[in-house]
């Protein structure tokens, strides 16, 4: 399912000596729609990585978060 998107940042970064780049940081609202998914990108050369992550445990169990995107876990 797709989540609803509640903010968008995107922060300027000056690198590590290999260039700028942004930091971007998404929030959107949880499955259950009392809680939070939270999604940031390094998006700065040599340190490109990202995270998705939820403040709510019980969807936490039962679905995997990627960016803007909750799919149900399978056994």
């Known amino acids: ?4 998107t509640k903010e968008t940042k995107r922060i300027f970064h000056p690198g590590y000596g290999s260039g700028s ?3 971007v940081k998404n929030v959107y609202i949880c499955p259950c729609g009392e809680a939070f ?3 940031e990108k390094d998006d700065v050369p040599g ?3 990202s995270e998705t992550k939820t403040d709510c445990k019980e969807c ?3 679905y995997h978060f990627q960016k803007n995107n909750a799919e149900l876990k399978t056994n």
């Open 21 to 23: 780049g942004v930091i």
């Open 1 to 4: 399912m797709i989540l609803e």
């Open 60 to 62: 936490n169990k039962k």
């Open 37 to 39: 998914v939270y999604y």
């Open 47 to 49: 340190f490109v990585e």
